[in-house]
């Protein structure tokens, strides 16, 4: 029983439905926590990936650069020779 009804000498029944909302309430913030919690790890899992991808690209394109100016020089250099 809380305080409230003791010192007012009403009935318990009078507060038992404000402390059961009262705890509902509580139980879907905790929940509600939790929920934000999973939801910002999965964010930073998720970041991670993409930095990963991210560099992965860039090294297919500075391969793909790489190779083009290999066959660019090695095509002036036949030119040269001739």
Same mark, same amino acid.
């Given at each position: 029983m809380s305080t409230r009804d003791r010192s007012s000498?009403?009935?318990r029944f009078l507060y038992d439905s404000f402390e059961a909302?009262?705890?509902r309430i509580e139980a879907?913030?905790?929940v509600a926590e939790e929920r934000w919690n999973g939801l #910002?790890? %999965?964010l930073g899992?998720?970041?991670g990936t993409l930095e990963r991808l #991210?560099? %992965?690209i860039w090294l297919g394109v500075y391969g793909v650069?790489?190779?083009l100016l290999a066959q660019g020089a090695e095509a002036v250099l036949?030119?040269?020779m001739r």
């Open positions: 000498g009403g009935s909302a009262h705890a879907n913030e905790r #910002e790890y %999965r899992q998720i970041e #991210e560099k %992965r650069a790489a190779f036949k030119a040269a």
